[in-house]
């Protein structure tokens, strides 16, 4: 094991330490947090040989360009990007080997989607947060990746002897999702509280909606035609899942991320699948966004499919770095 600096040259708007969040902080209090998009954060790893869990950097627009003072093995993934070495173009998706001293730049296309994720094969010296990198600004836990910082990395790799723009470094099965240009279909499961609200399943399915410049990191805002219950009877407040539909006193919809305050009294009328969370993880201001309804085995299905491609990638992630001989970080849990 050696220690690598990295040398933060630009951020993007918002850049931060991430994982994939905290476990079994809820029943406390605490939200789970974590990546907004769970998926690119996961391959982004794997494409390196970590766990999929492991702390790497998450980047929300802007232009996001470090160096490292020795090689390095890293992937970029998440919203489609101009990824540079050395002002060179190289791929996103995929492992790659950067030299020491050579400026690796990210600029995001910020017209596809919001973020994207740096991981690098090791462990980057971050703070945790009952046992989490992700930041929660409301427990003062920033986790800000400023220009100008010296990050450490702990890593096993030393280099393979590889030209850096030769053909990709694998062949790796990588599950890449689309980001298309128009509307972006987003299935919901109905929930016990649209049965408050008589017409509002076929509001929703109609309109598409817009995310709101208000959104942030506890939910999406969304412009849009929405119905409030025909009642003034107050609703108890209730806990309320990630992904859920909200409709507040106010004629929007609200779409609740991973840092949601865990109860609400407001209607719950559905709730996101989790294959489609990650897609809402890139949606940013001005996003389109329409919903279609589901039912829950069908969600559970497309996420299991999701899952076993992600599984895919991770095992042959392993075989990859296993003949290469550093298998470190993937004796840990893929």
């Known amino acids: 094991m050696r220690t690598v600096a990295l040398d933060i040259t630009s951020t993007g708007w918002v850049t931060t330490f991430q994982d994939l969040g905290r476990h079994d902080t809820e029943r406390r209090g605490v939200p789970t947090g974590g990546a907004a998009d769970q998926h690119s954060a996961a391959v982004a790893n794997l494409l390196v040989g970590n766990p999929r869990g492991a702390t790497l950097i998450e980047s929300l627009g802007g232009e996001l360009a470090l160096v490292p003072e020795a090689d390095v093995l890293l992937a970029v993934a998440g919203v489609p990007a101009e990824v540079t070495v050395g002002r060179e173009p190289v791929e996103s998706w995929s492992p790659l080997v950067v030299p020491a001293g050579r400026e690796v730049r990210v600029r995001a296309d910020m017209g596809r989607g919001a973020r994207t994720y740096l991981a690098v094969n090791g462990v980057l010296g971050a703070e945790t947060l009952l046992g989490s990198a992700a930041p929660d600004a409301r427990m003062g836990f920033g986790q800000v990746v400023a220009r100008g910082a010296r990050v450490l990395l702990e890593t096993e790799f030393r280099g393979f002897g590889r030209r850096l723009f030769g053909p990709p470094l694998f062949r790796l099965p990588v599950p890449v999702p689309r980001f298309d240009a128009g509307p972006w279909t987003i299935d919901v499961v109905a929930s016990h509280g649209i049965h408050t609200?008589?017409?509002i399943r076929e509001v929703i399915e109609e309109a598409t909606y817009a995310v709101t410049p208000r959104s942030d990191h506890v939910g999406l805002r969304l412009d849009g035609p929405v119905l409030h219950p025909?009642?003034?009877?107050?609703?108890?407040?209730?806990?309320?899942?990630i992904g859920a539909l909200q409709i507040p006193h106010a004629d929007e919809l609200i779409v609740l991320g991973r840092y949601r305050s865990l109860t609400a009294g407001y209607p719950i009328i559905g709730v996101t699948s989790r294959a489609s969370l990650s897609l809402l993880g890139q949606?940013?201001?001005?996003?389109?966004?329409?919903?279609?309804?589901?039912?829950?085995?069908?969600?559970?299905r497309r996420f299991a499919r999701r899952e076993a491609e992600v599984r895919v990638l991770g095992h042959a992630a392993a075989e990859a770095f296993g003949a290469l001989g550093f298998t470190a970080p993937l004796s840990r849990t893929i």
């Open 283 to 300: 949606a940013g201001p001005g996003r389109e966004l329409r919903f279609r309804w589901t039912d829950r085995e069908s969600a559970l």
């Open 197 to 199: 609200i008589p017409g």
């Open 230 to 241: 025909d009642t003034d009877t107050e609703i108890l407040s209730h806990g309320v899942p």
